[in-house]
C-alpha cells in the first residue's frame, strides 16, 4: 500500500477542498493517505511518504503562501527526494495562475517528480474537482 501525504494551506476553503478531493481519491484507490494543513506538517510526513501533494492558494505577487507554505516548501531544497513523485494544486484570483508554472519548476530542481499540477481560479468547478480526483488517483498508482 503506497503511503501518500496531502500537505496544504488554504484560507478562503477552496485549496483546502482540492486538498480532500485528492486525499479522497488516493484512499479509494488504495493508498494510506495522511492528510495536513502545513502548521501541522512535519518534513516526516515528506520523507516517509511514497509519494506527497502540496497545496497553496497563489498570494504576494504570484507566489505560494509566504509564511508557512513557502518555509515548508524551502526546507526540501536540501532534502534527499529521490524523484518521488509529487502533485501540486492550488487556486488563485486576480492573477493568471503563474505561481503554479514556478511552483512546477521550483519543484523539478528539488529533486522531485512532478506528476501532475491544478490551479484554480477562485472555486473549484465540478470539472476541476473531477480533475483532482485524478491527481490522487496518479498518486495512489
Known sequence: MRKISVIYWSNGGNVEVLASKIAESATENGADVTIKHVTDAKLEDVTNADAVAFGSPSMDNNKIEQQEMEPFIKELKLTPNNNK????????????????????????????????????????????LEMAKELGKKLAE
Open 85 to 128: 513523485k509529487v502533485v501540486l494544486f492550488g487556486s488563485y484570483g486576480w492573477d493568471d495562475g503563474k505561481f503554479m508554472k514556478d511552483w512546477v519548476v521550483r519543484m523539478d530542481d528539488y529533486g522531485f517528480d512532478v506528476i501532475g499540477d491544478l490551479a484554480v481560479k477562485e472555486s473549484p468547478t465540478e470539472k476541476e
